[in-house]
């Protein structure tokens, strides 16, 4: 008898040895999980945590640049953050339940333009900072990120989550004649600008459509989608790399940001939904991604930083400079070897293994690494200095390498990589009544 329970031990034994080495290692996934995790330890270590601070829970532009500013979209992706965090087991649900519930605390006691909130405030007080606007995608952004922490947590958090989201008039925000949201508004000079093509502003048309008071109707969305129509579809051909070549027409924005085709996204769950046209803006978002990877990859004779696994021009810091940067096809877009790798993180449930060989490149640069990950960006500069000398005396030997980490990036890019995990955030945020609702109204539909 003791021979044969031994024999069978070792035969388990042998059968879970062959199962694990018959699963190879996933390098690119595991650098992307990791990256996921020191992107929540930002939002958690960098944030205020004094609680009897008036900025309490309140998430920092940047670290570790300006040290007094928070923004407020960073505010609505580390809300989003917390239930990551909890489900991953890097801290625990009453740790996250507190730092929810004071954050939520702390932004029902700022000041608001009908509901709206300024974009930059100081990070000890909550008042605002640099004369900024009050944005309308900055508030988006934050609701979006409230109700998944309420969505998650139910009960108090769910309810002041709505009191925020409630308290918005989008009516304030609307250039009735153009029918449209404006861009910005400060009460020194009024609005100013309008969302006139589509960008990384889609969640507002759901989040205005399905609000709790202030309700939209559809116009909003039909406005830009058929600007949208007239203005900004093409396709993409690649001379220098047929074979990456997008061939079907899509919706592209104005200076082709890669961040523009995924902030919305984080939250709203496009991937089986169409709206009354038939539009899919998830698969909009995957030929984007493709071709802008495949300008990348046209360019590359150009710049050193651009290579098969180093893509992703979005808005971030370069050298002297915070810019929009951009690939084709846009109206207009400027780009100068600057990769952000954030957003090629962030692509990863439209092109999952083009993301997992970029993480593994940027693992490789040490300059890029840090404790919460990858920097912000980096520029190796051109093949030929001639070719661009103003920037190449901007590059120092061995690249330039952003020094910063920025909320917006860090959020965008943990988001989506939980979502690719294990749909988190857009299970949380589509189970919500209201944004079913906006959805409805916009005449979205499963497809």
């Not at 009960?155 to 925000?173: R, S, T």
């Not at 965008?412 to 949380?428: F, H, K, P």
Request: hydrophobic letters at 35%; aromatic letters at 14%.
């Amino acid at each position: 008898m003791k021979k044969i329970i031994i024999f069978t031990v070792l035969l388990l034994t042998t059968l879970v040895l062959v199962s694990c080495a018959k699963k190879p290692k996933d390098e690119g996934l595991d650098v992307i999980y990791e990256e996921s995790r020191l992107a929540f330890n930002y939002f958690w270590e960098t944030s205020n945590t004094n609680e009897k601070s008036e900025g309490y829970g309140l998430v920092r532009d940047r670290y570790s640049g300006n040290s007094t500013i928070a923004s407020v979209a960073a505010v609505g992706f580390g809300l989003a953050a917390i239930p990551a965090g909890v489900e991953n087991g890097w801290i625990t649900k009453e740790e996250g339940q507190k730092r929810a519930l004071g954050t939520l605390n702390t932004l029902l006691k700022m000041e608001t333009v009908s509901g709206f909130y300024y974009h930059f405030v100081n990070l000890h007080t909550g008042k605002r900072e640099w004369q900024s606007e009050v944005s309308v995608i900055d508030t988006g952004l934050l609701i979006a990120g409230a109700i998944v922490a309420g969505e998650y947590f139910k009960g108090d958090i769910l309810d002041k989550a709505i009191e925020i989201y409630d308290a918005v008039n989008w009516d304030f925000y609307i250039n009735k004649g153009r029918k449209m949201f404006y861009m910005s508004y400060k009460p020194e000079q009024g609005h100013s600008g309008a969302w006139d093509h589509v960008a990384e502003q889609l969640i507002l048309y759901v989040l205005a459509a399905g609000a709790p008071t202030y309700k939209t109707d559809d116009s909003l969305y039909k406005t830009v989608k058929n600007i949208a129509k007239q203005s900004y579809t093409g396709r993409y051909t690649s001379t220098k790399n047929p074979e990456l070549s997008v061939s079907e027409n899509f919706y592209y924005n104005y200076d082709g940001s890669l961040f523009q085709y995924q902030f919305s996204h984080a939250f709203v769950d496009f991937r089986n939904i169409v709206d009354a046209e038939g539009t899919n803006w998830f698969d909009n978002s995957v030929l984007a991604t493709k071709a802008h990877y495949a300008f990348v990859q046209d360019e590359s004779e150009k710049y050193l930083t651009y290579n098969k696994n180093s893509w992703g021009i979005s808005a971030g810091d370069g050298p002297g400079e915070y810019r929009a940067y951009g690939g084709r096809p846009a109206k207009n877009n400027t780009h100068n070897g600057t990769v952000a790798p954030y957003a090629a993180i962030a692509s990863i449930n439209y092109m999952t293994e083009e993301a997992k060989n970029a993480a593994v490149y940027f693992k490789t640069l040490e300059k890029l690494n840090g404790e919460f990950g990858f920097k912000d960006s980096f520029n190796l500069g051109p093949v030929d200095p001639n070719y661009n000398p103003v920037l190449a005396a901007k590059i120092p030997d061995g690249g330039w390498f952003a020094s910063d980490y920025i909320g917006i990036d860090k959020g965008i890019t943990l988001l989506m990589v939980e979502n690719y995990r294990n749909d988190l955030i857009w299970n949380l945020f589509m189970q919500n009544e209201y944004i079913k609702s906006g959805l409805e109204v916009l005449g979205f539909k499963n497809k």
